[in-house]
């Protein structure tokens, strides 16, 4: 079933830990970004990538890093967790930026730092 | 800076009408996208609007005024499988998504 899958589901991470968030699609698409939802806050952007091999910066991307080597696979990596990253983080994807291209999420990973 | 206005809560009867706005100021404007949102879930398109007037989509319909900033989504003959956060989305000048905070609808049997 194409679409967009995340990894892990959910996660207990102790502050200062490393972690890489898991993304992937099988669309094609080319463009894909990392949001954070908070409660009480709008989808926030971290980093996105408009096409395999570029990224940029999103609204909050401090603390955060990501690679994008091929069209398919886009991680979230924290290099070193502060309880501030506690969050739901979806990934998503859309064919380009510009005109009807709707993005499409992923079904999130919950991450809590203690 | 850049906002997103939209009720936090709403409530409505089953098979009744019911219409959730959003305002904007946004560094340029490129389109709005509504999306739903279930409990627990990802959000899922619903509609884009890039011109001016009311585009509608089954029981979903949404407005746009870019002159006033304005969008609203009007949802008809509510079903209690309606019940969601509904998120309105702006792209700005660097064609990224700026988001509402979503308002949650409660629908009443």
């Known amino acids: 079933i194409a679409g967009i899958t995340q990894a892990p589901t959910s996660q207990i991470l102790a502050a200062g830990r490393r972690m890489t968030l898991r993304c992937t699609q099988d669309?094609?698409?080319?463009?894909m970004y990392w949001y954070r939802q908070d409660l009480g806050l709008g989808l926030r952007l971290i980093h996105y990538?408009?096409?395999?091999?570029?990224?940029g910066k999103g609204e909050v991307p401090d603390g955060y890093s990501v690679s994008r080597a091929n069209t398919d696979d886009f991680p979230l990596t924290l290099a070193s967790a502060v309880p501030s990253q506690t969050s739901v983080y979806f990934c998503?994807?859309?064919?380009?930026?510009?005109?009807?291209?709707?993005?499409?999420f992923g079904p999130g990973t919950r991450l809590t730092v203690l | 800076g850049q906002n997103i206005d939209q009720p936090t809560e709403m409530t409505a009867t089953e098979g009744a009408i019911v219409q959730i706005n959003c305002t904007y100021q946004?560094?340029?404007?490129?389109?709005l996208f509504w999306y739903q949102q279930h409990a627990g879930e990802a959000p899922t398109f619903l509609s884009y609007?890039?011109l001016d007037g009311l585009e509608e989509k089954g029981r979903f319909s949404s407005f746009l005024s870019r002159s006033k900033g304005y969008s609203y989504l009007l949802l008809k003959e509510l079903q209690m499988k309606d019940s969601a956060s509904y998120l309105c989305?702006?792209?700005?000048?660097?064609?990224?998504?700026?988001w509402g905070a979503g308002t949650k609808l409660i629908i009443k049997p």
């Open positions: 989305a702006v792209r700005d000048s660097n064609y990224q998504l700026i």
């Open positions: 669309m094609r698409h080319n463009a």
């Open positions: 990538s408009n096409t395999a091999g570029t990224t």
């Open positions: 609007n890039v």
């Open positions: 946004t560094s340029g404007f490129n389109g």
């Open positions: 998503a994807s859309s064919t380009g930026q510009e005109g009807y291209n709707e993005q499409f």
